[in-house]
């Protein structure tokens, strides 16, 4: 059974199109108008061996936030749906990454209870073209509508484009591990019989 969807959500503000495949190689084609986020969603493609498309248009002209944000709505409902009834999945997923000087931990659990545990400071406002608080906007956004209680965290690091990176790659690492099939798992992994 193959795992993927396809959304499209258009705004006043913003006119998005994904696919994701969670069963792929880390094939990305990422095109946001925003060039830092679309290098972080095409190494979280890869990383997390997921083929994501994603094409946007915001309104950049005020900032990037909207279009962000925006994304991490369509692709966490992306996800959720290509997910299906979560029969088979190992549902938790960990991952430390490091990145030069920075190291992130991400902690994953597909439940349908999402919450947010966001524990990082950025020394910098900015990475190029992205406001680097957008990619806690782009967590809250991906794990309420995904079902997911995510919780991230900055172990250290001094370079705000590094500690980012390391972000984006612990996050697809943990989705993947959380996502893969285990034959020995039954329905669902959880003691409800539902997640």
Do not use: C
């Not at 193959?2 to 994904?18: M, P, Q, V, Y």
């Not at 094409?55 to 709505?73: C, M, S």
């Not at 690492?173 to 020995?184: C, M, N, S, T, Y």
Request: hydrophobic share 40%; no cysteine.
């Amino acid at each position: 059974m193959t795992r993927s969807a396809k959304l499209e959500r258009k705004t006043t503000e913003t006119d998005i199109k994904i696919s994701l495949d969670l069963d792929g190689s880390g094939q990305a084609d990422i095109s946001t108008g925003v060039g830092f986020f679309d290098h972080m969603l095409t190494l979280w493609a890869r990383h997390g061996l997921f083929d994501l498309t994603v094409k946007a248009q915001g309104d950049l002209g005020v900032d990037g936030h909207h279009t962000v944000e925006d994304i991490g709505i369509v692709l966490g409902q992306v996800f959720a749906q290509a997910l299906g009834d979560k029969s088979g999945i190992k549902r938790y997923g960990t991952s430390f990454v490091p990145m030069d000087e920075a190291l992130a931990m991400v902690v994953v659990d597909i439940s349908n209870r999402p919450y947010l545990q966001y524990d990082v400071t950025a020394p910098d406002a900015q990475v190029g073209d992205y406001a680097s608080e957008l990619t806690e906007e782009f967590m809250r956004a991906l794990s309420a509508n995904a079902g997911l209680t995510l919780h991230v965290r900055l172990m250290y690091g001094k370079n705000t484009h590094h500690i980012t990176e390391a972000i984006f790659k612990a996050l697809a690492r943990a989705l993947g591990e959380a996502v893969r099939k285990d034959d020995r798992i039954v329905g669902v992994l959880s003691t409800k019989g539902i997640l």
